[in-house]
């Protein structure tokens, strides 16, 4: 079936610097993507989406850019901070449901 | 809190047990979806649910049964598990399959 994919398990960065998590998908007809952070013990938690008639969005701290040309997807935090230490996930809407990603681990040293 | 609470957070329950896990969303949603989440995989969809009807399973064990009372609620019976399904179960809703948002999960551990 179709899958979502991530490049990296984990990503150590420094506070203060800019993260960027990647995500590949394979699904050409997928619509709508969602990229997710779970902190330890809680559920996804939505952080932004972005429709597949975007190629960039634009939120606090983040932006999401979609390339269609390639099927890939990327999250940047800016300043990162401790606080954004969590997995992330990116997601895609294929066929009314959601499929998710494995998961990258994010880790922000101080 | 997400607008979407399950309870309980915790569950250890043996292979003989009965169990149900329970999801309730405050959102207004027309849909809501069960998940599970197993260690370094990724999410799986198990059921989902667009104003109470039963409209995907996702080749899920007949050991796992759902139930959709009304659009606010819906629940996850268990019953002779296996140590395998050990893993987070997670609640989201959905309005139209846009806005998806997540409960904080059930840690079920099977013994």
């Known amino acids: 079936g179709e899958s979502v994919g991530l490049h990296l398990p984990t990503l150590s960065v420094q506070e203060g610097d800019n993260s960027i998590i990647n995500c590949a998908y394979s699904n050409s007809a997928s619509d709508y993507f969602i990229w997710y952070k779970q902190e330890s013990g809680k559920g996804p938690q939505f952080i932004i989406d972005i429709r597949s008639n975007m190629d960039k969005r634009q939120g606090q701290r983040v932006t999401v850019l979609l390339n269609k040309t390639v099927k890939h997807l990327s999250l940047q935090i800016a300043a990162t901070q401790p606080g954004d230490s969590a997995v992330y996930f990116c997601?895609?809407?294929?066929?009314?449901?959601?499929?998710f990603g494995k998961g990258t681990m994010l880790l922000v040293s101080p | 809190e997400t607008g979407v609470t399950q309870t309980p957070r915790h569950l250890v329950m043996g292979m003989t047990n009965k169990k149900s896990l329970k999801c309730e969303q405050h959102?207004?949603?027309?849909?809501m979806y069960w998940y599970k989440q197993s260690a370094k995989k990724p999410l799986e969809l198990m059921f989902v649910y667009n104003f109470k009807e039963q409209t995907e399973n996702n080749s899920v064990p007949s050991r796992f049964s759902p139930e959709c009372p009304n659009s606010s609620h819906l629940f996850l019976h268990l019953h002779t598990l296996q140590p395998e399904d050990s893993a987070l179960y997670l609640c989201a809703s959905s309005q139209n399959d846009y806005g998806y948002t997540f409960g904080s999960g059930t840690r079920l551990t099977v013994v």
């Open positions: 997601a895609e809407m294929g066929y009314s449901t959601l499929t």
């Open positions: 959102l207004g949603h027309n849909a």
